[in-house]
């Protein structure tokens, strides 16, 4: 393909393919804002209704290993458009589900074909660009990424609200009816290899399946079940560590490896995807934690909270399209390590969160972090992949974007488990200055006594237990703010580890930024 011109076909299949990796990202966000109405709509708790989520990650994240192998034996074009038809139906099909049991597996199916369309959109950009606008490309992708998680909950709450919550699967319709042609219309055909199907790495298959399939669960479900409290966590502990550890010895002595990690070999590659792990960590923490906060700190509705994350979102639609530029004229380890210091200051704003810290007061952190993402996401990317030969391309897609939802998985469990410690803390702290034989505190309760009295309460010691029952309440919530401070500070020292990691990087030339430069 001459340097100077780019195919038409090359790049709607790009466009379509990014399509894909947003629907697919938007997808995850959409359903979570949702989760409690679909749960009362499929008849099913709380404890149970996680599992809607839990099996599309597990599908997700067992086939983005798979992808790059897979993409081989029936070739891109089939594989990609393949996956988007059944990704289409399955999301037809979870709207049209019945029951608890029907959602999960169809929620697993939807996982194990969507989780393609974003590797697979990586890879599309890596063959089908020339190395002087990939960069831009790159910056597309790493819009497709960081977008989602902001819109989600914004489309989310919008289309449960106005049309019901089977309308949230309904809605990936819409982008894939512009998705699917531009992939039948821009890629193209070539032979499939069955041949590498016989031949495949079935045991590093199966390894990898089995591992991060039950470490996924362990990380949704160990906090609810109180970790290494349960049997059941410590069992599925124990077997996705074995089954990992089996995993890595089989890459790094099979002839026929099902994803190649000798590239950690490469510097560049290791950290860039190192810190793309921590990026993870904390993107998807914070994803996570802003709307919590909002919603049992302060009372917001799905929908209010989208209001808020949206200003992580719509900034970037301003920087973005300008990294290319940016990464053509400094150093891109420049770029990135300013990009994690915003970000890692953003986080640290969120420290002293109290009662009159709400959506207002997260203004500016959440532009702050909007300019951090926007100058990691596509730089990370480029360092990553530069240099690495074409061969290589969809094993470092696969391994690159499975660390980034393997940083997310662990960031939100960890998260979790933190503000749930750091609440017990607090309120070991709180607890002793709010005795009842203390007078203030007896004055106080006096005051809300004398309140739920006048406010209808007849009985003196029914409105005596309100005003202990109020003070409780003020405490836990008091104890839960302080531990959502600690939780940001958490995020912000997890990009101080990022940013560390961009101190090894090996300086890329501008003209060799583009990744796949030789």
């Not at 190395?131 to 902001?150: E, I």
């Not at 969120?350 to 009159?356: A, K, Q």
Request: charge should be neutral; include cysteine; hydrophobic fraction near 50%.
């Amino acid at each position: 393909m001459p340097e100077d011109k780019i195919p038409l076909k090359n790049l709607i299949a790009v466009g379509g393919a990014l399509l894909g990796a947003f629907m697919a990202v938007l997808n995850i966000q959409v359903v979570n804002t949702s989760l409690p109405d679909i749960q009362g709509g499929i008849g099913t708790g709380l404890d149970n209704g996680g599992w809607i989520s839990t099996s599309y990650l597990i599908g997700e994240i067992i086939v983005i290993p798979l992808s790059g192998w897979l993409s081989q034996v029936f070739s891109l074009r089939r594989y990609l458009i393949g996956s988007t038809i059944l990704f289409l139906l399955f999301s037809a099909a979870c709207g049209l589900a019945g029951n608890f049991p029907e959602m999960v597996f169809l929620r697993a199916c939807q996982g194990f074909a969507g989780g393609v369309l974003i590797p697979l959109a990586l890879t599309c950009v890596l063959i089908l660009l020339p190395p002087r606008v990939r960069p831009t490309g790159l910056s597309l992708f790493a819009l497709t990424a960081t977008m989602a998680p902001a819109f989600g909950p914004v489309i989310g709450g919008a289309i449960t609200d106005l049309y019901g919550w089977r309308w949230i699967f309904f809605l990936n319709l819409i982008p894939g009816a512009v998705m699917l042609p531009a992939l039948i219309y821009g890629l193209a055909p070539a032979p499939m290899q069955l041949k590498k199907f016989g031949e495949g790495d079935w045991w590093g298959i199966v390894t990898v399946a089995v591992g991060l399939a039950c470490l996924q669960i362990v990380l949704e479900e160990g906090n609810k079940d109180d970790w290494f409290g349960s049997a059941f966590i410590t069992r599925l502990s124990i077997i996705s560590a074995v089954a990992l550890i089996a995993f890595v010895i089989r890459e790094l002595s099979a002839r026929n490896a099902l994803v190649n990690l000798r590239l950690f070999k490469e510097r560049n590659f290791a950290f860039s995807t190192g810190a793309n792990f921590m990026l993870g960590f904390v993107l998807y923490a914070a994803v996570y934690l802003i709307p919590v906060y909002l919603s049992q700190s302060h009372g917001y509705s799905a929908h209010q909270a989208g209001d808020v994350m949206i200003w992580i979102g719509l900034p970037q639609f301003a920087i973005i399209p300008f990294m290319p530029k940016l990464m053509a004229r400094f150093d891109v380890r420049y770029i990135i390590g300013f990009g994690f210091v915003a970000f890692a200051v953003s986080c640290f704003m969120n420290l002293n969160l109290g009662p009159d810290d709400s959506g207002p007061q997260m203004l500016v952190p959440n532009l702050i972090r909007a300019v951090g993402q926007a100058c990691v996401m596509p730089t990370l990317s480029v360092v990553a992949t530069a240099g690495l030969a074409p061969k290589d391309n969809s094993s470092a897609s696969s391994l690159f974007n499975m660390m980034r939802n393997l940083g997310g998985a662990i960031g939100i469990a960890v998260t979790q488990t933190f503000i749930t410690n750091r609440e017990k803390f607090h309120s070991a702290i709180i607890n002793p200055d709010v005795s009842l034989l203390n007078p203030a505190t007896q004055q106080r309760i006096a005051m809300l006594q004398h309140y739920f009295e006048s406010r209808g309460v007849p009985d003196p010691a029914a409105a005596r237990e309100q005003a202990i029952i109020a003070i409780g309440h003020t405490v836990q919530t008091q104890s839960y703010d302080f531990a959502y401070g600690d939780a940001f500070g958490l995020l912000g020292f997890g990009m101080v580890a990022a940013t560390i990691a961009t101190f090894f990087l090996r300086k890329q030339p501008a003209a060799k930024g583009a990744p796949g430069a030789h």
